[in-house]
């Protein structure tokens, strides 16, 4: 159960079998450092070139090709008090004969993050939007494992292995649920924004640097195929993919085998339990990968 | 402001320009039943045909293509103590090579409705699930006016006029926008499920004939091209098309011309609104054409 | 074995059970025409309202719901000398960020059409395209049956009954079937190309008025659910939705259909059939809904 | 202009910055093998691991990131007598609701390759089909270049670097242009069938392991994004992605770019040649990414 304090100094850009930076045990919590998306730090210097530089990977021992890797996001926060964004909707999120009438700037918005207060405001006023200030939400863009089948993945992109998934509801508190592909399951981190709409639909949250800890453990034997999560309210599993209706089938699909692997519901209620009780939410439908997710409340598990 | 009393005794499964059953004044409420999607009333009697059919439509006096009919949904409640539903995923909902896996059994659950107490339960137990049991969450599956160009579209899709959304989000307390495209309107309703998952996945709601009360009012000149929606806490547009992605398409460009057109933001901080603000539900993905909602928090919009 | 001279005074906008124009009876010939996608005539004069105006409908007598329409495209042509076009290419047929680089002129595209020849050549040169050359394909772009139950659907769309499925096989020398939906079947056509690409990607083929020559049969009893064809080397079919994902799933289910109805072969020998021998062209990816094509070449059927 | 006999020895299931087995040049030929998807060679021994896996990379001196590989393909062949396939169409090419109704048996259909005839058969008489012929039409499945920013791609799916599209015009006499994503553009090669219907939607084509001659050559400085090829009669682009829609949209924006790029059409021009002029292909729909050609017919271009 040890506390490990890791200073990152090597970034990467795609989600694989890199040589790990840290080799953790079961139980083990990190407390470490995440860069933007442009790989700005927590002094905003360029620590790295952009694209989603993630910290990591960390070697989980005793992960093995087959088994569950599970993260507790324990705290997730600004490092620094300044955050950046896109201000214009992205082309794919409009009807396309709407495409040329998306404003023609495009310049950064900068935002002003107070954690004490637990805000985000417009540096710059924004007509009658002013210093328009949302409350903080700080989650994890993109984290996950080493992508299946040997491969490397972008991050800026998802997967089975999680990556670019930019669902804000990764915040602190969750549980999240990563099958492992690769001996160790190398578990990488990035991409923090100190809030998000859903869907990522101007291609930015709030981006900045974060500071980070989590705990890891190991369900020997759990097979799963998706990422998983919990909070204290929801169970929630997350499929990644395009078009949309291919992310929610990975979500569904997931969901009804998790019902049956973990609470022993036989099909048939499994079925019921999602037919009736299902909400969903969009992470992201910006990346080349969307994301959707599918929940169930517990409070529908404890009948 | 007269309060109509209608009781139906034709209804229809096109969306389109049939001859109306009631004219009604801006202003005026109507109280009026629905039956369920297999046609029967609140005696379990099959009063028509089934699949969907609609009671209506009502012509509202000065409607005219180009304005904006407003419907408050008053009162929307089960109008006896039973109602149905698929006890299976419907099979778009799960990946193609699971659907084969899906229940065999396919025969309808049923469930007690008790208003009093606001719960949903199986009629029969399920196992594990026992007396499942939901709270009641009363909406109107279909509704919307007859359909543009003169159309008559069926009520087992949906499109700009409104229909089979599916939107677990239309209940009691809910301000709803339809574009009139027919002069009159020709506002039409039914499919009343007593409560439903996100994405309407098992294909059905808990169906139910339904009681329902209505105010209806006309914005003269307001230009709308989708559903819109108000409630205490958001305002929403509402897209219906395959794939969800298009679907979500058409709800965001929607906000995006709502939020200039009636709170007079300009085009960048509708942008920004959205890009940071946004949130998006789940109407359904079964029916021919899937619906997504774009919802921005009202707090959002007083600062 | 009648042949029609039929001369259209009234066009419709939508495929339903319009009042017929005509009766025939199977065996029938009808010689008549066609107005353009803007409703000009032969003349240049507008006959009526644009947007895919029809002629028709013919009430094919003994046509019932749950037969096919059989319709052989005895002879399509060009009836004046003029088509246009448009220049640019469809927002949605190229990446959504390339939407705002396509061309701003958008002004219309002046054909000539020289049957002699067989030709359709820009009127103005355009640059090193000069007075650009093709060779006539004379296609009807949207035609079909009454929409299914009781709907009347746009004819800038298609669906299970045809419509504007702006396809360039659909030339003179092909028998197309269509599901009957209504009584009388309710064969409604126009919206002539003289040459088309595929998929229609900048939204129109040369549009031209026509005339045509086609002859009609009931195929009783025999169940369809989308279109069908065949020509001297082919048979195919039609799926037309959206994505273009699901309307080849429709082409493609229709065809696995289609060929242990009419040829008699096992489930397992169409699945190999089609496994092995299938190719498919793009219909158009430009209406509401787009339409995928699967073929089968007669000689793997002749084996 | 050397000729290169080069017998593979290892073989990777990832397109990506594997250390090359061979460094060419320019103008150089290269004569190999592959195995077939399983694995297996021309002996139909287990060569290596199944799940296509590649012949390579191969370096090419002087290929640099921003550069346009060439591959000309001089010859194709099966290397063996013998080829398998799938019997059964995938989950995902027909309607959702019919999936449960194809096929029960799924074992592996055996096909027999005679060369001097042209032709595949059945090895076993299929009912009706009896010993079902083909022509054959040898062409790589799965081939191209290491991929771009860095990654490793499962060769069970493609994207910008080529890969498993499984495109049926992939034959000898074609030849394709990759973007150069590394340095040395690390090409890779396999998946040899000896037919296959478009789409590859039993999921297979007729898997046979190759004999493969080509030859390489490098366009300093010219930009590609995605592949490219040209034969006799036409040029085409490649797009790689689901759904369709989005493969399409990729292969029409890279014709369009290279129209302007190769033969100096002005923008305009080039719209209307692919208006008009284009037609599509469908390559795959049944691998992680589906595949879609854009073809312009080269008498167009002559004008």
Known sequence: MTVHHFTPTIYHRTMGSH???LHI?????VITTTVDAWGLDASEQKATEGGNPMTGPFYIDGAEVGDTLVVYLDHLAPSRATGWGRP???TNVVNPDEVASLPEQNEILRWVLERERGTASLRDPLGKLGHFTLPLNPMLGCFGVAAMDGQAISTATSAEHG?????NGFVAGTTVYFPVFAPGALFHLGDGHAAQGDGEVCGTGIETSFEVKFTVDVLKGVRSRWPRGENKDYIFTVGNARPLDQAMQHATTEMLAWLQQRYGYSLVEANVLIGYGVEYDLGNMFDP???MVCKLP?????T
């Open 163 to 167: 990556g670019n998934m930019d669902y």
């Open 289 to 291: 990968a969307y994301t």
């Open 298 to 302: 517990k409070r529908l598990l404890e």
């Open 88 to 90: 214009r909707l992205a």
């Open 19 to 21: 040589a790990p930076v």
């Open 25 to 29: 045990a079961p139980g083990d919590s």
